[in-house]
């Protein structure tokens, strides 16, 4: 195991962790109530004593099933290989959860 955290400073890590995302959580409910207000006012510029907000739309995003299209075309390994790109770079996900309380 690594040595450089010991156990304690790890949990408090997780904690830590755990504390920032509910806050960001919070932060995000917030933001969008907030949007959603500049939205239902039908401005589309407001001035504020130190900042200013632009609101555009609405617009409608189209989206294309390219997985879909491409089983229907059957394309060859060769030419999936070929377009296939690999990071070099290292990529991390780091979940946190919930402790399941302990009698």
Known sequence: ???L???DELADIVDTLADIRAKIADLKTSEDTYKAALIAA???AVDGTLHSATVTGPVYRQTIDWQTIARKL???AQL???HT???HEPTYTVK???RKATA
């Open 1 to 3: 195991m690594n040595q």
């Open 85 to 87: 790109t690999i990071s």
């Open 80 to 82: 999936l290989k070929a």
């Open 5 to 7: 955290f010991s156990p």
């Open 42 to 44: 039908e401005v589309r």
């Open 74 to 76: 059957e394309p060859s």
């Open 96 to 98: 946190v959860t919930a």
